[in-house]
C-alpha cells in the first residue's frame, strides 16, 4: 500500500503540475503563452499525462480514479502484483486525489506573480478546474460519461493487445479525447484532476478568485466515475 500511495501520488502531482501549468501559461496575463489555444491546451494535457505515466509506472499508472474504478469493474488487477482489494482502492483513490492537490499547488507557485495580477475570476478557476461553455449539468454529465469511456475502455484495451507505445499511447489518447470531446466541459475526464485543484484554489491565497464552483463540480466527479465503471464493464465483451 505504501508503493501505491507514494508512486500514485508522484505520478498525480506531475500530471496536475504540468496540466495546470500549460492552461495557466495559455490563460494567465502576461505569460510567454498567454494565447496560446486549445490545441496547446491539448497537448499540454497529453504531455503531462505522458509524464505522469512514466513516473507511476510501478503501480500501473492510473492516475485518475475513473481508471481505477473501470479496471476494478473489469475484473483484472491495478497492475502486476497488485490485486483489486479494498484496501488498495482506497489508497488508489487517496493518493490520486492528494497529488492532484499537490500538483495544483506547485503550478500557482510556478506563476504566483501572474496570479496575483490577474483580476477575472473565472479565468483563475479555469486554471484550476473545468467549467462547461454551456452550463446545462445534465448534458455536461453526459459529455463527461461519454469521454471518460472513450478513455478507459481505450486503456483497458491497451492492455490486453502487444503494444511497445505505452505511455505515449496514452498521451495521444488524451490529446485526441480533448481535441474531439473536451469542448463542451473542458474534458474533466478524471474526478481527482478536477476536484484536488478546486480545493486548492479554495485554500490558496489567491487575490480576486471568486468563488470555486461547487455547484458544478459534481459533474467532472460523478460524470467521469460513470464512464469509467461502464468502461471497465463493457470489456466483458472483448
Avoid: C
Avoid at 454529465?141 to 505515449?168: K, R
Avoid at 496514452?170 to 478524471?190: D, E, F, K, Q, R
Avoid at 484554489?201 to 458544478?216: E, M, N, R
Amino acid at each position: 500500500m505504501a508503493t501505491i500511495f507514494l508512486y500514485e501520488i508522484a505520478g498525480t502531482a506531475m500530471l496536475t503540475l504540468l496540466g495546470g501549468g500549460v492552461v495557466a501559461n495559455a490563460i494567465l496575463g502576461k505569460t510567454k503563452g498567454n494565447g496560446g489555444g486549445w490545441l496547446m491546451i491539448n497537448f499540454g494535457w497529453g504531455l503531462a499525462v505522458f509524464a505522469g505515466v512514466y513516473v507511476a509506472y510501478k503501480t500501473g499508472a492510473h492516475l485518475n480514479p475513473a481508471v481505477t474504478l473501470g479496471l476494478a469493474a473489469s475484473g483484472g488487477d491495478y497492475a502486476e502484483g497488485i490485486p483489486v482489494t479494498f484496501g488498495n482502492t482506497i489508497a488508489y483513490l487517496l493518493a490520486e486525489l492528494i497529488g492532484a492537490f499537490l500538483g495544483a499547488v506547485l503550478a500557482w507557485m510556478a506563476y504566483k506573480t501572474h496570479y496575483d495580477q490577474e483580476t477575472d475570476p473565472g479565468t483563475i478557476l479555469g486554471t484550476f478546474s473545468t467549467g462547461p461553455e454551456i452550463r446545462s449539468h445534465g448534458w455536461n454529465f453526459v459529455t463527461e460519461v461519454i469521454a471518460t469511456f472513450v478513455l478507459v475502455f481505450v486503456i483497458i484495451m491497451f492492455g490486453s493487445t502487444p503494444s511497445g507505445l505505452g505511455p505515449l499511447a496514452v498521451a495521444l489518447l488524451v490529446v485526441s479525447i480533448g481535441a474531439s470531446l473536451g469542448g463542451p466541459t473542458g474534458y474533466a475526464i478524471n474526478p481527482a484532476r478536477d476536484l484536488g485543484p478546486r480545493l486548492a484554489h479554495a485554500v490558496l491565497p489567491i487575490p480576486h478568485k471568486g468563488g470555486s464552483d461547487w455547484g458544478y463540480s459534481w459533474v467532472p466527479i460523478a460524470g467521469p466515475i460513470v464512464g469509467g465503471v461502464l468502461a471497465g464493464l463493457a470489456s466483458f465483451a472483448f
